[in-house]
């Protein structure tokens, strides 16, 4: 299985700040990834897929990119509503697999 | 809109087993193929397999071979996950998830149903 690694597992940042999400494949997934945003108590809502493809409703200040093996989610402006844990999916090879999780808070 | 609503909490004890629902609507529910993913209190998410909502054919993951059962009932729309012979460590929320027309995202989640396993 494809193993995901990401960095940081948790952030602390301020509102308006610009946030970024790493994410590692241990090969070479072939832009096949999706970023999710879980809120306590919740379904893990699609943010992101094929890497840098804004999933409908999504609000434009979150962006995705990468290529290969390395990949980020970028939060520009910083809101209270982005309070949440990140999580990303590589969807290239079966099964598809997961990062751990990016646990962001408000500083 | 596009609907999974899955059955409520359960609290079972460690050997006994449980059938957890999800009720798609707002498609054709043979159209997509439904996922099954695990998340242990406070823990990332963990992928379980899924059923070809068509054939019925059920795929696990190596994780979930063994005691985990998925199924449909096609004329109601609705899958299935069977757990037997329940373990301490099954205690988690599972959801059912579908991916979107156009990417293999998981656009659709239910929202989630919570087993506890206790004695």
């Known amino acids: 299985d494809i193993r995901m690694t990401q960095s940081p597992a948790s952030l602390s940042a301020s509102l308006g700040e610009t946030v970024n999400i790493e994410c590692l494949a241990s090969?070479?997934?072939?832009?096949?990834l999706a970023w999710y945003q879980q809120k306590p108590g919740k379904s893990p809502q699609l943010l992101i897929y094929?890497?840098?493809t804004l999933q409908n409703g999504v609000p434009s200040r979150f962006s995705g990119s990468g290529s290969g093996t390395q990949y980020s989610l970028k939060i520009n402006s910083l809101q209270s509503e982005d309070v949440a844990t990140y999580f990303c999916?590589?969807?290239?090879?079966?099964?598809?697999?997961f990062g751990a999780g990016t646990k962001l808070e408000l500083k | 809109q596009i609907q999974l609503v899955q059955s409520g909490p359960e609290l079972k004890k460690p050997g006994e087993s449980l059938k957890i629902s999800c009720k798609a609507s707002?498609?054709?529910?043979?159209?997509?193929?439904m996922q099954w993913v695990k998340q242990a209190p406070g823990k990332g998410l963990q992928y379980m397999g899924w059923?070809?909502?068509?054939?019925?054919?059920?795929t696990y993951t190596d994780d979930f071979k063994e005691r985990f059962v998925f199924s449909l009932e096609t004329s109601a729309s609705t899958a299935y996950l069977q757990i037997n012979n329940l373990k301490n460590e099954d205690t988690a929320t599972y959801f059912c998830?579908?991916?979107?027309?156009?990417?293999?995202?998981?656009?659709?989640w239910g929202q989630g149903t919570l087993v506890t396993v206790s004695s």
């Open positions: 999916q590589q969807y290239n090879n079966y099964p598809p697999t």
């Open positions: 707002g498609y054709t529910f043979t159209d997509y193929a």
């Open positions: 059923i070809n909502t068509q054939t019925g054919k059920p």
């Open positions: 998830a579908r991916r979107d027309y156009n990417n293999y995202g998981f656009a659709y």
């Open positions: 090969e070479d997934i072939y832009g096949d």
């Open positions: 094929n890497a840098n």
